[in-house]
């Protein structure tokens, strides 16, 4: 175990969150391990370890801790072995950079959840993060960045006042966040349900941003799930289909102590939409 490049680990109630490095060695000769941890280029921790060999394997553990903050963290470990008589030896065998520490928001629904804006790069953080692609059906698309607000779905877009609101957020609090974006336009709400028998279905929305969370490591942590959709719909059903997504993220995602029901527009799509704006808008009454 060791961090991914960009990756975000979730802060705990004490503003830290543990790093988990662990391993084993299995070449000879060697008497410790080092982990030096160093956050925005200045020493942040050091931790060392002899290693003990059994059958020509060393295994060892390790656990930093960093905080919430505006900054990022560079990670290197290291094999020593004293001299003994000849040169000390120092060995780099993994370095990683760009981590931190902060916290996870979700956003799904429909076309204004993920429609983003033009400009290459524009409203981008290097402390707003986002793991694999919106909508992927490729198990494979497990690489953390940073968020974009570019496009219209796909790739780590993450919609453009989905971009805004990473952008604000951090600005606002000092602590970097993640946000996943499973929004897929002109999608309805039926569309959106959990496939029960297999809830980690690539080729449904559902599954493939139940399956990018739990790969992240972030299921547990999510804090608020933003819903904007509706334009697909009629009031029709609605109330039932929501209550069951409703059960199905707080069963997936057990801290979720916010859910965000964005009324829609006027105007949109599917028909008259008076019934069902006054639906969304009474939800947290129900």
């Not at 997504?245 to 707080?250: M, Q, Y």
Request: proline letters at 5%.
């Amino acid at each position: 175990a060791i961090p991914a490049p960009l990756q975000l680990f979730p802060r705990g109630d004490d503003n830290l969150a543990s790093v988990p490095i662990t391993g084993i060695v299995r070449v000879a000769g060697w008497d410790s391990i080092v982990v030096e941890v160093a956050r925005a280029d200045s020493s942040w921790e050091r931790l060392s370890a002899p290693l003990q060999y059994a059958a020509g394997s060393a295994p060892f553990a390790f656990a930093p801790r960093i905080a919430a903050a505006l900054a990022e963290y560079h990670f290197t470990v290291r094999l020593r072995a004293a001299g003994n008589g000849g040169a000390a030896r120092d060995s780099v065998i993994a370095t990683r950079d760009s981590i931190t520490c902060g916290d996870v928001l979700l956003i799904c629904g429909q076309s204004n959840s993920i429609f983003g804006h033009g400009g290459q790069g524009a409203g981008q953080s290097e402390f707003c993060r986002t793991y694999g692609l919106n909508f992927s059906q490729n198990q494979r698309d497990t690489l953390w960045a940073v968020a974009s607000g570019v496009g219209s779905g796909g790739g780590p877009n993450i919609g453009a006042w989905g971009m805004r609101l990473a952008r604000l957020y951090v600005e606002e609090t000092g602590v970097p966040l993640c946000v996943i974006n499973g929004g897929v336009g002109g999608t309805a709400i039926e569309q959106h349900q959990r496939n029960d028998a297999a809830p980690q279905t690539l080729s449904t929305i559902y599954g493939s941003m139940l399956y990018r969370v739990k790969k992240s490591g972030l299921a547990a942590h999510a804090r608020a799930m933003m819903w904007y959709q509706g334009e697909s719909n009629t009031v029709n059903n609605y109330a039932t289909n929501f209550r069951a997504l409703r059960n199905d993220w707080l069963e997936d995602y057990p801290q979720l102590s916010k859910l965000y029901v964005v009324q829609i527009r006027p105007g949109c799509a599917a028909g008259p939409h008076r019934e069902l704006r006054e639906l969304q808008r009474t939800l947290s009454d129900s």
